[in-house]
């Protein structure tokens, strides 16, 4: 398909990671998986992809420290990333926001505005000023 858009994904859910793709493929987009935070340099100068998707909380990804390796490496510090955690986890939210994130969201959120989410987050260059939910495109 010539005019798909790449969507990074660190999610190893099935279960979410079946959602995303159910959201996005209608629209356009393919989704990549990100296995590691070293390989993110590499595929986002293989794919140039329109967005990152990260959970922040899932146990089989290391979340921080692929957002860290997106945010400090110039070549992808202006990819948009959506980040998704659970609502009670104050301590990851503030971490991703530290780390950069563009926007994070909570975990029900998430399932209920996927796309449209991913959108804000490719669109909106400006703080989205939500509450609870990041400060913006940080480019």
């Not at 998986?33 to 089989?60: I, K």
């Not at 980040?83 to 991703?96: G, P, S």
Request: overall charge negative; proline content about 6%.
């Amino acid at each position: 398909m010539e005019n798909t858009k790449t969507v990074l994904v660190g999610v190893t859910d099935i279960f979410f990671y079946t959602k995303i793709r159910d959201a996005f493929r209608p629209a356009g987009y393919a989704l990549k998986r990100v296995t590691s935070s070293g390989s993110v340099a590499e595929q986002v100068a293989a794919l140039a992809p329109v967005a990152m998707v990260l959970n922040m909380n899932d146990p089989g990804f290391d979340a921080a420290n692929t957002l860290r390796a997106v945010k400090d490496d110039p070549a992808c510090q202006r990819l948009p990333v959506l980040a998704f955690a659970n609502h009670e986890e104050v301590d990851t939210w503030r971490q991703a926001r530290a780390l950069g994130i563009d926007k994070i969201v909570s975990r029900n959120e998430f399932s209920a505005r996927t796309l449209p989410l991913l959108e804000e987050v490719i669109l909106s260059p400006l703080p989205l000023g939500e509450e609870g939910q990041g400060e913006g495109r940080n480019v």
